[in-house]
């Protein structure tokens, strides 16, 4: 299980996205949806995807 303190950073993160925010979802709602997901960092350069790849995650850009 992760950390309370990583799902609270991430509960954070995604009441600050557009895409959930105007969607007026329950806080325990996106506090289980910060439950299931992962922070992962990318440095200047990296891809994250590419073109044509088959990709099951969605990934919320923070920053950059």
């Not at 996106?30 to 992962?38: F, G, I, Q, R, W």
């Not at 960092?41 to 044509?52: A, R, S, T």
């Amino acid at each position: 299980a992760k950390q309370s303190n990583e799902v609270n950073m991430l509960l954070s993160f995604i009441k600050q996205t557009p895409f959930f925010a105007e969607k007026h979802i329950q806080n325990k709602d996106l506090y289980e949806l910060a439950e299931l997901m992962n922070y992962e960092y990318f440095g200047k350069g990296d891809y994250i995807f590419e073109k044509g790849d088959e990709n099951e995650n969605m990934y919320i850009v923070i920053e950059g």
